[in-house]
């Protein structure tokens, strides 16, 4: 049973993809990083979510495996007082190009 409306995660990519104030953020460790990611990403891993630095007024897009660890880390960034954070769901829905 899942308790949270997932993203569309292709429609997502491909705003991200019209929008040149976003970032695209995969919030997965390094190795599942490694292992594919949606082309254009950055790397931040959940765990190292609180030293971002990205400008305020920048959109970041974020994502993960499933969607758990993206909405986890938007609330923090929200927190640090990013207002244009949103998670757009799991790499496991996406079903574009991967890069490695």
Same mark, same amino acid.
């Given at each position: 049973? =899942? ?5 569309? @995660?292709?429609? /997502?990519? $491909?705003? &991200? !993809? ?11 460790? *390094?190795? $599942?990083? !490694?292992?594919?990611?949606? *082309?254009?990403? +950055?790397?931040?891993? #959940?765990? /190292? @979510? !609180? ?5 305020? $007024?920048?959109?970041? =897009? #974020? &994502? =993960? +495996?499933?969607?758990? !660890? ?6 923090? +960034?929200?927190?640090?007082? &990013? /207002?244009?954070?949103?998670? @757009?769901?799991?790499?496991?829905? &996406?079903?574009?190009? +991967? /890069?490695?």
């Amino acid at each position: 049973m =899942c308790f949270f409306r997932q993203p569309d @995660i292709q429609a /997502e990519v $491909e705003a &991200y !993809r019209n929008r040149p104030d976003a970032f695209l953020v995969d919030v997965r460790e *390094p190795d $599942e990083f !490694r292992s594919g990611h949606i *082309p254009g990403a +950055l790397n931040v891993p #959940l765990s /190292e @979510i !609180r030293q971002v630095t990205f400008p305020k $007024e920048k959109v970041l =897009c #974020l &994502y =993960c +495996l499933r969607g758990t !660890r993206s909405r986890r880390a938007a609330s923090i +960034l929200k927190q640090m007082g &990013y /207002e244009q954070v949103k998670s @757009i769901g799991g790499i496991v829905r &996406y079903h574009g190009q +991967l /890069e490695r």
